[in-house]
């Protein structure tokens, strides 16, 4: 189980590359299994979640091939061998249920895992089920599996989702791409991913309309093609590496960062006191000369305050010079990096969907577990900035979202290595 030691205080100068998004190439991924052509995804992020899509992909009978050091995936499902997608993958990553939408639509059946809960809620796939119910497909759960068919194919229809979701209108947009007849779906996600895959789609020579809005339209047609998409800038760990100098100190330029993926997020980290310029070729954040200000937020779908970066900025604001409160209104239980925080001397208290965080003046470095994905990554942050040296284990979790912290930050002047034990 490898282990990540950062020794804390040092001031960081430098640039940062941002990678291509996880949450975008795991929806891009699934959509080559709407057409027997090849999709070829570039700018992808070399994460164990992509892996774990691949491994997926490739049961199901696809080719799947990685090219330029992973940073090219190129995918080609000529044929679907196997419309299972196993409970020992599934379970490894929760956007498997993106397969459900394709292969429903290419192949007229499909036998997916329940996903299961994670570390930070139960995380449900309803919203995903009475959607392709609407489109006429007859599901059944039994043990543990979703056994789903639509023997004369799925019918184009105008549903309105219950609830914002990013994972249902990922895999709804898909489903109707090749459904019979023009499609409504409202109440839409808006993320800059889902408009990633919708060009992605249109690209493939689907008829997809409003991609990144709450109303998407979509004609089905009969068969799509192949396509070449370069996978969208990761504004998750954009943010996240924002945080860095602001949290330790020093500015650094956030290579391929695009504001307006972030606007909700660069508003609040000004809030704090933090410089943030935006040019063409990236973002360049300062930190503040005068301390941290408390801020209040409350995470929300986009383009509100993203929940993907609350436990990265509550880091931030444990050394802040007053009280802030964080209301996380997506998920039930993502504070676990509270706890953690804590035992750095942190003063955050958590009730329900609120924790409260009183700034301190200086954290301690300590022995801290990584407890899901962002998690991990705040008690980073927290390291760069703690006096001493922070040991950060489980870091499994960390390289489901984030490639190559360890050099991205080094080379910026933090003091930070991984250790194999
Ligand atoms: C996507 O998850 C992201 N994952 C998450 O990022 C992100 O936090 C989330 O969207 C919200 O932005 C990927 O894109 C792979 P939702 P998803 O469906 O699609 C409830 C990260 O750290 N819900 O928008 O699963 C759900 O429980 C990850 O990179 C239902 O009740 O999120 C949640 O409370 C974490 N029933 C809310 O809706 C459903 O059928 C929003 O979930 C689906 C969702």
């Known amino acids: ?33 709407l057409t027997q052509a090849p999709l070829t995804l570039t700018n992808a992020p070399f994460l164990s979640d992509i892996n774990t899509m691949r491994e997926l992909l490739a049961s199901l009978g696809c080719e799947v091939a990685s090219l330029q050091n992973n940073r090219i995936i190129a995918i080609a499902a000529e044929s679907i061998s196997n419309h299972v997608a196993e409970y020992d993958i599934v379970r490894k990553m929760r956007a498997s249920i993106l397969v459900l939408g394709p292969l429903l639509a290419r192949e007229k059946k499909a036998v997916v895992s329940l996903p299961g809960g994670c570390a930070i809620g139960a995380r449900p796939v309803d919203i995903h089920l009475n959607a392709l119910e609407a489109m006429g497909a007859k599901l059944e759960l039994k043990e543990g599996y979703i056994f789903a068919e639509a023997k004369k194919g799925l019918k184009a229809v105008d549903y309105t989702f219950s609830t914002v979701s990013v994972g249902a209108t990922a895999n709804i947009v898909m489903a109707a791409s090749l459904a019979d007849g023009s499609s409504v779906l409202r109440n839409c996600a808006l993320e ?142 993502r504070f676990m990096h509270a706890p953690e925080l804590n035992r750095m001397g942190a003063k955050i208290f958590v009730d329900g969907g609120t924790a409260t965080v009183e700034g301190v003046n200086a954290l301690k470095g300590a022995p801290v577990m990584a407890t899901d994905l962002r998690a991990s990554i705040s008690l980073i942050l927290a390291g760069l900035a703690a006096q001493g040296q922070t040991i950060l284990t ?16 080094s080379n910026c002047g933090a003091d930070i290595t991984r250790i194999s034990t």
Not at 7 to 25: D, Q, T
Not at 394 to 409: A, I, Q, T, W
């Open 1 to 33: 189980m490898d282990r990540i030691l950062v020794e804390g205080g040092l001031s960081l100068s430098g640039e940062i590359p941002i990678s291509g998004a996880k949450n975008a190439c795991l929806a891009l991924m699934p959509a080559a299994l």
């Open 192 to 333: 800059p991913e889902i408009q990633d895959l919708c060009d992605c789609l249109n690209g493939m020579g689907a008829k997809v309309k409003g991609g990144g809005t709450s109303i998407i339209e979509i004609e089905g047609v009969s068969e799509l093609s192949g396509h070449t998409h370069s996978v969208i800038a990761d504004r998750i760990e954009l943010g996240t590496y924002m945080l860095a100098p602001a949290i330790a100190g020093g500015e650094i330029f956030l290579r391929g960062g695009r504001i307006e993926l972030i606007e909700s997020f660069a508003k609040i980290l000004r809030e704090t006191g933090a410089e943030v310029i935006s040019s063409e070729d990236g973002i360049l954040v300062k930190g503040s000369k005068n301390g941290i200000a408390p801020v209040n937020i409350s995470t929300q779908p986009f383009p509100g305050f993203p929940t993907d970066l609350q436990a990265q900025m509550m880091a931030l604001l444990t050394l802040s010079k007053g009280i802030s409160t964080l209301n996380e209104n997506i998920f039930e239980n």
């Open 394 to 409: 489980r870091v499994y979790h960390l390289d489901r979202g984030y490639e190559n912290v360890c050099s991205k930050l």
